[in-house]
């Protein structure tokens, strides 16, 4: 669904974008779809998030600058009309430029405000990028890396900001989306840092947090908060000023409330923070229910989300076709539970019925699978072929199996996923890049539905160790 606006955020948002030849047309255009969708739930405008684009080419080009397009509108056109240019992969030579940029006046960069880099590459780059990336990162620049290609693990998480696993990402360009919350929530997590904002909002609560002003000894905070539409209905809070965060509840759902923070000092002044946030619709529950984690006998339920006006959850369960129905109850605080005792290659309609604190109810239901008796693969093994080869074996899964299915998840490069008949036993894996750790996984295929997967991780040796030794799996 859609998402609430992030709002009362400052900072400069640069975009360094690959537009040299070694992007194809199609990855440029994901590209330019998944800097708008991470945007999208920001505000714009001086006050707000600036954003700026800097191409990477022969030479580095700025496709506009940061005071140029501060409404969503606007700026999604401008991403929508940016060219790709072709041309060199001198990254370095862009790092520079962008260093110069975000900190430049005539670029419409703003003093005082927190600056953030997204590098997004194919991992390709024709001139040494350490040097510049370190100066940005020195002057406090804190840089995100999107790789969509086979890029060099080492050399990127050296050049992203610590750590590595908060700001560098490796996914495929079609898979972009994937990524999105999570680099929309490190983003957040930069230019917030220093100002009042909500976190974890719901359709009548939101917690405030903000910079540590005060101490127990200095003075207190007054907190106060009122919705938009109607000021006169303010309600005041008081805090010690030891606390840096504070929740507010009851409130009414799809309302944008003004929260002011005034730092109540005995030594010094501060200034008053100010900003809006708004709440969620009203939430029902459950508004999904998942299946997982299904075996011959077994499978686990579990549904969202979870709501502090449900006392109790009830679960029926029964085959199809039939009429023989189970109940399981479960308690109001928990929102998954595992359903057992049941027959092999059968499949059940479980539904999941919410009972509000109020009599109302709510339901919603799923369709289940139990797998076939013995349908797991056993005994996956690996056989060295050579520095970047793998031979993945196993043993066959019982039943009637109509094939295999092979993912290998890289560390670096794509993911792959091989289909092989179920007479076949084995595959080749290649690609893998020395020093890596890679995750293997085979799933037998039935008829009506996958059986259990069984997955290892399998390290390559690096390329440093002397020929001739075979790591022993």
């Not at 997204?118 to 370190?134: A, L």
């Not at 499978?299 to 989300?305: E, G």
């Not at 009972?355 to 797998?371: D, F, M, P, Q, V």
């Not at 595959?427 to 996984?441: D, I, Q």
Request: charged share 20%; net charge negative.
């Amino acid at each position: 669904g859609p998402q609430p606006p992030i709002s009362n955020t400052e900072g400069d948002l640069l975009f360094l974008l690959d537009s040299s030849a070694s992007v194809s047309h199609y990855e440029f255009s994901r590209v330019k779809e998944f800097m708008w969708d991470l945007l999208q739930p920001f505000t714009f405008g001086p006050k707000d998030v600036q954003t700026s684009i800097i191409h990477i080419s022969t030479m580095p080009t700025m496709e506009f600058p940061f005071d140029q397009y501060l409404s969503g509108g606007t700026l999604r056109q401008a991403i929508r009309d940016t060219q790709q240019l072709m041309g060199d992969t001198n990254t370095g030579r862009a790092l520079s430029f962008a260093k110069e940029k975000l900190f430049s006046g005539e670029a419409g960069a703003r003093p005082d405000v927190p600056k953030v880099l997204v590098w997004v590459t194919d991992g390709f780059s024709t001139d040494d990028i350490s040097e510049p990336m370190q100066l940005l990162k020195d002057m406090g620049v804190t840089v995100f890396i999107v790789s969509t290609g086979r890029g060099n693990y080492l050399e990127l998480s050296a050049a992203a900001s610590q750590p590595p696993e908060k700001h560098l990402h490796f996914v495929d360009v079609d898979d972009l989306p994937i990524i999105t919350k999570e680099l929309q929530d490190g983003i957040r997590d930069v230019i917030q840092a220093n100002r009042l904002h909500a976190v974890d909002i719901t359709s009548s609560s939101f917690r405030l947090m903000w910079p540590q002003l005060l101490s127990q000894e200095t003075g207190y905070y007054t907190l106060e908060y009122a919705p938009t539409d109607d000021l006169a209905r303010k309600r005041t809070k008081q805090v010690s000023g030891a606390h840096t965060s504070l929740v507010l509840s009851n409130l009414a759902p799809e309302t944008t409330y003004e929260v002011a923070l005034i730092p109540e000092s005995n030594i010094h002044y501060f200034p008053p923070q100010i900003t809006r946030v708004t709440t969620l619709a009203e939430e029902i529950s459950p508004a999904q229910v998942l299946i997982s984690e299904s075996g011959p006998r077994s499978f686990h339920v579990s549904w969202a989300p979870m709501l502090d006006s449900v006392m109790g959850y009830q679960v029926l369960y029964g085959p199809l076709p039939g009429n023989s129905v189970k109940v399981l109850e479960v308690d109001g605080r928990h929102n998954s539970t595992v359903v057992e005792n049941l027959a092999p290659n059968t499949t059940y309609l479980v539904t999941v019925t919410a009972i509000y604190r109020s009599g109302k109810e709510k339901s919603l239901s799923a369709k289940a699978c139990t797998l076939e008796e013995g349908s797991k693969v056993r005994h996956l093994r690996f056989e060295d072929m050579g520095p970047t080869t793998l031979r993945a074996s196993w043993d066959s899964a019982d039943g009637d199996v109509l094939g295999y299915r092979v993912r290998c998840r890289r560390q670096t490069g794509p993911s792959s996923v091989l289909s092989v008949s179920p007479q076949v036993h084995s595959v080749l894996l290649t690609n893998l890049a020395s020093g890596t750790t890679n995750k293997v996984c085979v799933t037998p295929v039935y008829k009506d539905q996958p059986g259990q997967r069984l997955c290892r991780m399998v390290h390559m040796q690096p390329a440093t160790e002397a020929q001739g030794y075979r790591h022993r799996q």
